[in-house]
């Protein structure tokens, strides 16, 4: 399976995939689910944090482990190429100690069984091939750990937003062609001023669609960020070559698609309440107890998800 649209994601520096703080971070209700369930852990325990991303939730465990002058083993894994330290700003200091494993399927951890005291995923297991990661994860989990997991629900504010953001992505790649049309003025104005007239009329017309759309969004971001590269690509060809202009709007357009692929595998793997129930029946058959479930809010309202947790038992029951 291809990761490279979260490896962009992650080079780029995002901390979070779906960040709710304005510090580009899971803060309130999300940040308490975190800090509530890595608590009880005691000196010396180890945590691992799968489908990890840039670290956002190993990140929560260390602040509160160094806050409540506890020392936790803590990993992070992911199937993509991740590097935290190098790719979050100020992430050496940030996310000193933390072992992260790049390039890791759930499906097939490189740890010993009853390797670690508890287990955790942010929007994380609900994409990855459920029967082996979890299995896996029962295997690494020592008896009597831990597991919670937040997921994304079909009727969260994170659903409702990309799917919004995904029909401003159909108008700006194939409804208006922008980027095409700013490619053909630049080739136009090194036609001839007739060619170049037409051309701009084409461009603007298209942006202005760009524009009566952002009014009216509720989540506007592609098209914020679209309207600002278009001019920024514009202001390029007073410094740049052509072909250079041509490298960086293929730049943007290929971020942009890998934004769509991001958004798409969101509001595809967002799990209803059968989808939840199934889940847990999996969890259950795999010897897990004390299992809940509860929908994920934040800000008070805002529905982001579910949050799933349970206890491999100290002693395991068989299990099918
Ligand atoms: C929505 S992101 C969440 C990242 C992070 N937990 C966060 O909240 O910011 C989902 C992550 O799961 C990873 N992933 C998908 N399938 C995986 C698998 N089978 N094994 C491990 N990681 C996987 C992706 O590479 C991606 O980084």
Redo the contacts with the bound molecule.
């Keep these: ?1 291809s ?1 490279s649209h ?2 962009s994601y ?1 080079r780029a520096g ?6 709710t703080g304005p510090d580009g971070s ?1 803060d309130q209700e999300v940040r308490q689910a975190w800090e509530a369930f890595f608590e009880p852990l005691p000196d010396g325990a180890a945590l691992l ?6 670290g ?2 190993p990140l929560i465990a260390r602040e509160l482990a160094t806050r409540l002058h506890r020392s936790w083993e803590i990993h992070g ?4 190429p ?1 590097d935290p330290a190098r790719d979050v700003r100020d992430g050496r200091r940030r996310f000193a100690g933390i072992v992260f494993h790049g390039g ?4 097939t951890l490189p740890f010993a069984d009853a390797s670690f005291d508890a287990v955790s ?4 297991l609900e ?3 459920l029967e082996p ?1 979890l299995t896996e994860l029962q295997r690494v989990l020592r008896p009597g750990g831990r597991m919670q997991f937040i997921l994304h629900h079909v009727d969260s504010v994170l659903v409702a937003n990309a799917r919004e953001s995904l029909g401003h992505a159909e108008l700006v790649l194939r409804d208006t062609r922008v980027y095409q049309q700013l490619r053909r003025l630049l080739a136009a104005e090194r036609e001839s001023p007739a060619a170049a007239e037409t051309a701009a009329a084409a461009m603007n017309g298209a942006a202005a669609r760009l524009h009566a759309a952002m009014k009216q969004a509720g989540s506007p971001l592609i098209l914020h960020v679209t309207l600002d590269a278009l001019t920024q690509l514009w202001d390029l060809r007073r410094t740049l070559s052509a072909a250079d202009v041509a490298s960086e709007i293929e730049k943007v357009e290929s971020e942009l698609q890998a934004s769509v692929q ?1 958004l798409e ?2 509001a595809g793997h967002a799990l209803s309440a059968d989808d939840v129930t199934a889940m847990m029946q999996r969890f259950s058959a795999l010897g897990f107890t004390g299992l809940q479930r509860e929908p994920q809010v934040h800000a008070g309202s805002n529905l982001v998800g579910w949050r799933i947790a349970g206890t491999k038992p100290a002693v395991t029951a068989d299990h099918d």
Excluded: F, H, K, S
Aim: glycine content about 10%.
């Design positions: 399976m990761v979260w490896e992650y995002g901390l979070a995939t779906c960040p899971y944090d799968v489908g990890t991303g840039n956002a939730i894994t992911d199937l993509a991740i890791v399927a759930t499906e995923g942010q929007y994380a994409y990855m091939a990661a991001r595998a969101l």
